[in-house]
């Protein structure tokens, strides 16, 4: 279906080194290569990788990324790198790490994968304003903003910036996990500041459920993508809708067709629904790819070994 295949491009950053999976570095490497040799590669974003395991990566590389010909043209991995905390001192040394690693994999020979992208906690405004005096211009970062808090004063030190906000939407205990409520009031500033987020966490199915193995409910990303999309074209959806999509358990009020999708009644074409994705619900990561595939096929809106057009 053109309108979930839309919500859907290169949604998924592939987090297979993080619980619940918690793969090794060999087996989450091997994944990510078939992953992105398969039919539904449409669908593969980044690889997460910690800076601080980049040496067992790149020990790892030789038979599964292809060597560097040309970094213009090159069709390489591309990791989304998670660095220390801005508070901590390890942060400035991880910016070094990836601009050394970048030097080392745009050479020809060196295998061919790059870093473009950095997610990093911040705890403050304060913070976010000292890191992107730091961050090369080549690195789009994504700060991690605590839901628990307020979080319009972080966003405002994001905005107008080329920089996004981060939500942790789940986690492996029931503390880490937001409420309706403040997902989106997230969701809902992130849109009046006009800068884009993703979420990690907790997303493995498409709509809201309980998952017993953390004793809470969890989001979808059916419900979460929707409701971005839904936020940054129509006027008319509130916090309060946003949280009723966020809350929805069934496909009942959801429209997927061909050409459009929405809650509702509040529909999009599927131009919006990609613009929206480019533009400011970037994605998510998980620890797991085959998951989400799986459940959209059986809640028929992908057929098996879609393959994007």
Partial sequence: MLSVQALMDGILDYAGLFPPAKLDMVPTMRNYRDY??????WMLGRIVVPVARFDEFEANAEGLLDESRDPVTDDCWVISALTAPIAEEGFKRDLDAIEAFNDRHLARGSHAVAVDTIEVKAASAGEIDEALELIPEFIFPYFEIDHRRDVRGSVAAIAGMDAGAKIRSGGITSDLH??????????????DAEIPFKATAGLHHPLRHHADSVGCDQFGFLNVF?????????????????????????????????ERLGFDGHLLS????????????HGYGSCSFVEPLEDLVELGLLTEHTTAT
């Fill in 178 to 191: 937001p409420t309706p409520e403040q997902f989106a009031a997230f969701i809902s500033s992130c849109c």
């Fill in 36 to 41: 992105r040799d398969g039919a539904e590669s």
């Fill in 270 to 281: 599927c131009e919006h629904v990609e613009q929206a994705r480019e533009l400011f619900c």
């Fill in 226 to 258: 929707v409701a971005g999309c839904l936020a940054w074209w129509d006027d008319e959806v509130t916090p309060d809708l946003l949280t009723r999509i966020l809350e929805a358990r069934t496909l009942d009020d959801f429209t997927f067709e061909p």
